[in-house]
Structures are given as C-alpha cells and as structure tokens.
C-alpha cells in the first residue's frame, strides 16, 4: 500500500520538524519545503495528498500559494491545511478565501493536527470519486463501504438498482436528458434510503444507470417500496415514451461472509438476484437465497 503524501510547507526549522515527526509516525511520507516557491514546485512534483502551509514564508508566501493552487484546475482539490501564528478572525478569513481548507494558530496540538489531517485527506478522497453525474460516492467509496460493512461483522444488506432497457432508451433520448434522468434516479433513491434509514444508509454511483445501496436488513422492505413507487410513479415524466423502462433491484445479505472472501461473494449474490430480477421485464426486485 503506498503512503499518503504530504507537503509541508514551513520555514522555520523546529516547527517543520515537529510536524514532520508527529505526521511520519502517523504513517505519512512527508516533503520538506522552507519557502512558497518550493512548495509549489514540490506540489506540482509529488501530486501530495494534503499540504501544510504556513502562512508566513518568503519568496511566496502561503496565502499566495494556496490561490495559485487552488486556481490551477491540476491542484485545485489537493487539500490545504494552513499554520498561522495569526489569530486575529480576519487573518483566517483572508486564508479561507485564498482556499484553504482548514486553518490552525500557532501553538498547535500535534495529535489535532494529525486528526485534522487524516479527516481533510478522507473528505478529499471521498471528493475525487463522487460521480459528475449524481455527486454520489463512486466505485472505490462503494467499495470501501462493503469492506466496512464485513469488516464490522454487523447484518447489513446490498442492493444493486438499475433501470432495465436503459441503454437503448439512452441512445434514443441522448446524452444530456440521459444523464438529467440518471441524475434524478440518483437523487430518488437517496431519498428513499433517507427515508427508510433515518439517514443510516449508503448510496453510491457505479455508473450509467447502475447504483448500489448499503443499509441496514430491516430497512430493506421500507427503501425498496419506495424506490419502486417513486420510479413508476415519475416515469410518466421522462422525455419521450419510457414505459419500456423499469427500476430492477436485486438484494443481497452479508450473513456467513467474511472480510477474506466476502466482497467477491457478495458481488456473485447480487450478480445472480439481478439476472433473476431482469428476467421479468418490469419493475421487480429480487432477494438472492442459497436454494
């Protein structure tokens, strides 16, 4: 697995090696730059995953850094976590607008900045995968759930939706209405999963017309009636002629799977509920079994 990387930007000694110490040990690679124009270098070298930036450098200073990055459509989601020895408001307000992430003052506490580290480096990782389409968590965020979901050993349930003959519907109506209907999918299963959870509940962005949710089994039944209400009940709304379309699901539990070999399983459960469900032409959903 390679190690997040991270620049830090920050010219006095002492302080760079402090936070280089408390962020090395915490598993970063971390990369030394003593003024602003380094760190642009470095960034633009490295491709880090976060930088530390002090505000006040020479040659460059901070706040000019992080818009130069931040204006640059190559950097702009690297996330900034900015050091000042500022604590006036207006100070972190100027930093905040030049695109700074997060903000600390001078003296800080290293296991908060190793916090406020990690949580800016998932927040941007999560970030990068949404979908352009639906801003849903994408493939690796899906994922990343599943692997959650088996590592914590708790009954969880997988659905896979998807809109049968949405491909040919798609080259008949074309891109831009194809993804505004994807979009809305998207935003009506959220919903559903919303409404059904209380606000537990995952939904994530495989592509196309294709999502998979993540919830809890006893909010199952509840997300499943209301995505399959909702859907035929909107379809009269979709461009042209659409009732050769209908909202498949296919369901799947994780009972008996492990971390090992559970991802896999799961992903042939719901691979066999799915063909079962599209096997029936109109909107359906199927519970995968052993029989």
């Not at 996330?79 to 006036?88: D, N, R």
């Not at 639906?134 to 349930?157: C, H």
């Not at 997988?158 to 049968?164: A, F, G, Q, T, Y």
Request: aromatic fraction near 4%; glycine fraction near 10%.
């Amino acid at each position: 697995m390679l190690l997040k990387k991270i620049v830090i930007a920050e010219d006095d000694d002492a302080i760079a090696h402090m936070v280089n110490m408390a962020l090395g040990d915490a598993g970063f690679l971390c990369l030394r730059a003593r003024d602003g124009d380094e760190a642009l270098k470095l960034v633009k070298a490295h491709d880090p995953d976060l930088l530390v930036l002090d505000v006040m450098m020479p040659r460059v200073d901070g706040l000019e850094v992080a818009r130069r990055l931040k204006g640059d459509v190559m950097w702009s989601r690297t996330p900034i976590l900015m050091l000042t020895a500022l604590a006036q408001v207006e100070d972190q307000v100027h930093g905040l607008e030049a695109g700074a992430d997060a903000y600390m003052s001078k003296p800080f506490d290293l296991r908060e900045l190793g916090a406020r580290v990690k949580a800016l480096i998932r927040s941007a990782r999560r970030e990068r995968d949404r979908s352009p389409t639906t801003n849903l968590p994408g493939s690796r965020a899906i994922d990343e759930e599943i692997e959650g979901a088996l590592k914590s050993g708790k009954p969880t349930a997988c659905v896979h939706v998807d809109v049968l003959n949405f491909d040919n519907y798609s080259d008949t109506i074309g891109i831009a209405r194809s993804e505004d209907t994807v979009r809305n999918l998207g935003q009506w299963l959220l919903d559903a999963a919303r409404g059904a959870s209380g606000g537990g509940a995952f939904v994530g962005h495989i592509g196309g017309s294709d999502f998979i949710a993540v919830l809890s089994p006893e909010h199952v039944g509840p997300f499943v009636a209301a995505a399959e209400s909702t859907f035929d009940a909107k379809r009269a709304t979709f461009p042209e002629n659409a009732t050769q379309l209908g909202l498949v699901l296919a369901i799947a539990h994780t009972d008996g799977l492990t971390l090992a070999n559970g991802a896999d399983e799961l992903g042939r459960r719901l691979g066999k509920a799915m063909k079962a469900a599209k096997a029936t032409g109109k909107t359906n959903h199927v519970v995968w079994s052993a029989s």
